[in-house]
């Protein structure tokens, strides 16, 4: 057995009644507890002055309903961003075509060609009747700067 002494506990002399919403308060909450439904449907009465939600049909806090609109507001603004990153990723790619449209625009005209810029001898489009000509990156690179001294 142990020596400590029996505490008495509270109980034992009756209940001690506890309001639930002092407890939510004291933690920073509503005294409301949070419903099920999500409130997507918001109603705005100016008349009555009051929101309401037509899914539950239950009037709705001005803050929860302020909560909902910044919520969508900030859904909105996150889906424009995101397409506007699109939008500029798709213009840097579309970088490499801008030097084939302007090639394209010189062969449109009718007295010049455009000039290869190593050699400077014309370039027609009858070239590439076969295909495109290849040559590797580096050894491109690397001709050119042989060629330059």
Known sequence: MSDEPIEEQPYLYGT???DIGDLRVARGMTR???SSCRHARLTYDPRERRIWCKD???DVDPFDAFTVLVEQYDRACKDINKRADEIDEASRFQCRSLAAKK???VWRRRKVV???PSCGHGIFPED???GVPTVGREYALARRK???K
Do not use: L
């Open 16 to 18: 001690t009644v506890v």
């Open 32 to 34: 409301r507890p949070a």
């Open 56 to 58: 539950c049909e239950k």
């Open 103 to 105: 090639v394209d625009e």
């Open 114 to 116: 455009p000039a290869c």
């Open 128 to 130: 590439y009747a076969d």
């Open 146 to 148: 042989a060629a330059k």
